[in-house]
């Protein structure tokens, strides 16, 4: 397991937070950025409740992957693979790899919407490829071979990651509180928000309604639609509370060398990720409230960089430029991270070695940054999103995010975990809840894709 660390003062937090501001990394993606900007733009400050709630189910499977990271012998797919049979870990595995190769695209295209603002908009009447577009290009073969260079060339893995995502999250935390002080935000307003209300016409809508063509004999009269007025709150909720970077949480307490002598700093390290976490999403939520909201003159929000360009006439240039900057911040880490977490969990279910300095998670996770590198690539020559990778990715979810609920509810009651090695009780009663609302998403998911793939014309 690594080198036994002793507790830490708790007067330098800096040195004694890492893993679980590594996992935030990999949540505060452009899909985070875009979902709290979209919610602020359409329900103001009323769906403030959901990020907490989001982020208090966040602080509880972090803190229980932490100390199930501590108190098991071997890591999850290890314990997985001992105790029910290497197929349930190579499940494990192989579908937390599809997830993050196929959503990697999306962190690439992250990285370039950073960049949108600052950038001439390619002529349409230009043929091929322009020289933006090619700029573009080179920026994300660049960027992947530049991470790529360095998985290979260092032999440590975990402090460098550690210390370039603190940076990155603090580059985010100055960034996104700059456009936050400028829209002076309603404290009362917040203070609404922390009450639990939905959507209008979203309680009629749990499950999104599948309104079937009409016919009039064999012409049809208006195509099938989908009525959904959860999927904007729903996606906020699912960018903030990641089951699978709280399963990844306790691969890398390991890699910090923390023992039981750290259950308390596991805690603490749990808590000061997701409080960052959800703070940057706060801000860019209130942000958005506070200037978007209620205005026709706003477009749809279609990237993070939308968002930026609409605040660009409110706040000037230098309040954009560090909006972009923040943006930049989340995809790259998001970028690294998402693609080391899916390289080293099928290695570990695949029982070739669970630590990001080992061979195997290496290759596998080169593996994902090309497969998300080959796919924007694509999209950013051709302009074709890639539809069915995107139906794919959301099916993979359907049925890896409940497998790893299922995992880390089965993990944390065992019975051999006794005394000082046993999971408290309120740490069980979060997985299980979240092993139930895991489960609705999903089924929300099938009935999304279900309309995808047949209803619609």
């Not at 985070?32 to 733009?41: D, N, Q, R, T």
């Not at 982020?55 to 997985?80: F, H, N, P, Q």
């Not at 009362?188 to 309604?209: I, V």
């Not at 209130?286 to 209620?294: C, P, Q, R």
Request: proline share 4%.
């Amino acid at each position: 397991m690594g080198t036994e660390a002793k507790p830490q003062g708790g007067g330098n937090i800096w040195r004694a937070v890492g893993p679980a501001i590594i996992t935030a990394s990999v949540v505060l993606g452009p899909g985070s950025i875009l979902s709290a900007s979209k919610i602020g733009y359409q329900h103001g400050y009323s769906m403030i409740w959901v990020l907490v709630f989001a982020s208090l189910m966040m602080i509880g499977m972090m803190a229980l992957s932490a100390r199930l990271g501590v108190v098991l012998k071997g890591t999850l797919c290890e314990e997985l693979a001992a105790r029910d049979g290497r197929w349930v870990a190579v499940i494990t595995g192989v579908s937390l790899f599809l997830i993050a190769a196929c959503f990697q695209f999306g962190n690439n295209l992250g990285v370039l919407a950073a960049l949108g603002p600052f950038l001439p908009e390619p002529s349409p009447d230009a043929g091929g490829v322009s020289l933006v577009g090619l700029f573009k290009l080179a920026v994300i073969v660049g960027l992947n071979l530049v991470v790529i260079v360095a998985l290979l060339g260092f032999k440590q893995l975990y402090e460098p990651i550690e210390l370039m995502m603190k940076l990155m999250v603090t580059l985010m935390m100055v960034a996104f509180a700059a456009n936050l002080v400028m829209a002076r935000p309603s404290l009362l307003a917040m203070l609404g928000g922390l009450l639990p209300s939905l959507p209008e016409g979203a309680a009629q809508t749990l499950f999104p309604q599948i309104e079937a063509a009409t016919m009039q004999g064999e012409t049809v009269v208006a195509p099938a639609k989908m009525t959904d007025n959860l999927t904007p709150v729903i996606a906020m909720f699912a960018t903030t509370f990641s089951i699978a970077g709280a399963f990844y949480q306790s691969y890398l307490v390991r890699k910090k060398g923390w023992s039981l002598a750290n259950l308390r700093e596991g805690v603490v390290d749990s808590a000061v990720g997701v409080v960052v976490l959800g703070s940057v999403s706060l801000m860019i939520m209130v942000t958005a409230a506070s200037v978007l909201h209620g205005r026709d003159d706003v477009g749809e929000l279609g990237s993070a960089a939308d968002v930026a360009r609409q605040l660009a006439p409110l706040f000037g240039t230098w309040a954009t430029v560090l909006f972009c900057l923040g943006i930049f911040a989340g995809a790259f880490s998001s970028f690294l991270v998402n693609a080391m977490v899916g390289g080293t969990m099928l290695s570990d279910g695949l029982g070739l070695g669970g630590d990001i300095d080992q061979r195997w998670p290496k290759v596998f996770t080169i593996v994902a940054l090309l497969t998300g590198m080959g796919v924007a690539v694509y999209v950013e020559a051709t302009g074709v999103r890639p539809v069915n990778l995107i139906i794919f990715a959301q099916a993979m979810t359907v049925l890896g995010l409940p497998a790893l609920a299922i995992a880390m509810l089965r993990l944390a009651t065992l019975g051999d975990l006794q005394g000082n090695r046993s999971v408290p009780l309120v740490l069980k009663l979060v997985a299980l809840v979240a092993l139930v609302i895991v489960i609705f998403l999903a089924a929300r998911t099938c009935i999304v894709l279900y309309f995808k793939l047949f209803m619609s014309t």
